[in-house]
């Protein structure tokens, strides 16, 4: 790893942490018994090892295995795959629910039967902040590869984090890891308010859009949220917010501690500018308030990841990470777990994974990686995930593939859905939708169905992308297999 940079004149105030970090890594769960239900999960699993270093005993249960649990279990926690009545530890204290845990769990209704502290996974992770200096990126696109950057930058600086990310970093060993410095990096997510659970020191807003709409009533709703969001990073901390986004003035006016915008060729506080293509990526300068920091180059593709680096450089800055350290850190960040994830690259056939499941994630990310791999034919194989997004975003989802020669879409993935909106909204509409815009579009409702006709007709040259936030990953990972 890139040792510690020295630190000369950064022009982004450093974090003032008023406690010692002895006084930091006190004991601050020490005795407690936590049961996690659903402890697999990427944050879930962070969040346990955690609690492990903050001295308390940890038990969980999941419905099966899967490499993280494996690494609770190396670490001693005893974990088991038949979720009961009456299982959960009789010493346990606090019960801890991942957001997938529904309430006819039979543990969770141990749990209330017995009377124990139940916790939710964003409260339990507001709990945790408590004890470090909370680092926090919010936004509708881009919360999992910015923390992973952020993370990734301020490990490489020698600042050891702790952080709980929403994917996989390969360069940093899983999604969370318990660091032994004061910092604590997290993704907030928007959904169910469970962001307005954190208290951070520092914070980004990466952007706002309309999504989670089973959830939230409209954008307007969906903006105060945010807004409450930022009204709680604690006074002289410091927010980032986007600059150009139509929603500047209302997050600066919710914002009690110090406000800086970030930007991509705009006038902005930290912004990045002569941009350059270098292979399918971009290298720049980053600046701050007109004075250029220095220069660095992404390995990852596409300009809106541009955007991410300069927040997370920004985040980093201000953690007390030197500009060299940041530099070499983003020119060496390889990418989060099915973000553009490059899977296989054969003689004849490009094979990329991405997590896309918003159709401005989908149009950019579907940009970027013509840019960057430049094929001649793109293929891409799309799982809507939820019917109730899919319905409200039908018009939207339906011009999102113009960077697409075809486009293969499986039955919709079943999440948080009722009866009446599964059969509300097929797959095949999408499919004729897109079809109506202009690109090739085929329904295939499984995805070994998929694979076989993958096989069959694929082309040299082509870039195949499995996308969405279902098991889609499965298409490319069988297509590396078979090919």
Request: aromatic letters at 6%.
């Amino acid at each position: 790893m890139i040792g510690m940079s020295q630190t000369v004149n950064d022009p982004v105030r450093r974090v003032n942490i008023s406690m010692s970090d002895d006084e930091h890594h006190q004991q601050s769960l020490s005795g407690l018994h936590i049961h996690m239900v659903g402890i697999g999960g990427s944050g879930m699993c962070g969040l346990a090892e955690i609690a492990l270093q903050c001295g308390a005993t940890v038990t969980g249960s999941d419905r099966s295995a899967n490499p993280a649990i494996e690494r609770l279990a190396a670490m001693g926690v005893p974990i088991t795959f038949h979720q009961q009545l009456g299982a959960i530890p009789p010493e346990t204290q606090w019960v801890i629910c991942s957001a997938a845990v529904g309430r006819d769990n039979p543990e969770l209704i141990t749990a209330v039967g017995r009377q124990l502290k139940i916790l939710k996974y964003s409260e339990m992770l507001g709990r945790v902040m408590e004890f470090r200096s909370g680092i926090a990126v919010a936004g509708t696109h881009g919360k999992s590869t910015t923390t992973a950057m952020t993370a990734w930058i301020m490990s490489c600086a020698g600042l050891d984090p702790s952080f709980v990310v929403g994917a996989s970093i390969p360069q940093l060993g899983g999604s969370s890891r318990g660091g032994s410095g004061p910092h604590f990096v997290v993704e907030a997510c928007e959904f169910d308010r469970s962001f307005l659970n954190l208290h951070p020191r520092s914070a980004v807003v990466l952007n706002i859009e309309p999504d989670h709409l089973d959830y939230y009533k409209d954008i307007t709703e969906i903006v105060g949220a945010f807004c409450d969001f930022i009204s709680r990073v604690e006074p002289g901390g410091q927010v980032l917010i986007p600059a150009g986004s139509p929603h500047h003035r209302a997050l600066a006016a919710a914002a009690v501690a110090d406000t800086l915008t970030f930007g991509v060729d705009m006038d902005a506080d930290i912004a990045a500018r002569q941009l350059a293509l270098h292979h399918g990526c971009y290298e720049f300068d980053v600046c701050f308030r007109g004075k250029r920091l220095g220069r660095t180059a992404l390995q990852v593709p596409g300009r809106h990841n541009v955007g991410n680096a300069v927040a997370a450089a920004g985040l980093a800055l201000h953690a007390g990470a030197g500009w060299d350290a940041i530099a070499e850190a983003l020119a060496s960040f390889r990418g989060a777990q099915r973000r553009s994830e490059l899977i296989r690259q054969t003689g004849d056939v490009t094979l990329v994974d991405d997590y896309a499941h918003h159709p401005t994630e989908i149009q950019v990310t579907l940009a970027a990686l013509k840019t960057r791999w430049q094929p001649k034919r793109l293929i891409c194989v799309f799982q809507p995930h939820q019917h109730s997004r899919t319905r409200c975003f039908m018009d939207e989802f339906s011009r999102s593939f113009g960077d697409a020669d075809l486009v293969i879409v499986p039955d919709i993935h079943f999440a948080r859905d009722t009866a009446a909106d599964e059969a509300g909204v097929k797959a095949g509409t999408l499919v004729e939708k897109i079809k109506a815009a202009g690109v090739a579009a085929l329904h295939l409702p499984q995805c070994s169905q998929v694979v076989e006709y993958l096989v069959v007709h694929r082309q040299p040259g082509d870039l195949i992308i499995s996308m969405g936030a279902g098991n889609v990953w499965k298409v490319t990972h069988e297509l590396a297999k078979r090919i």
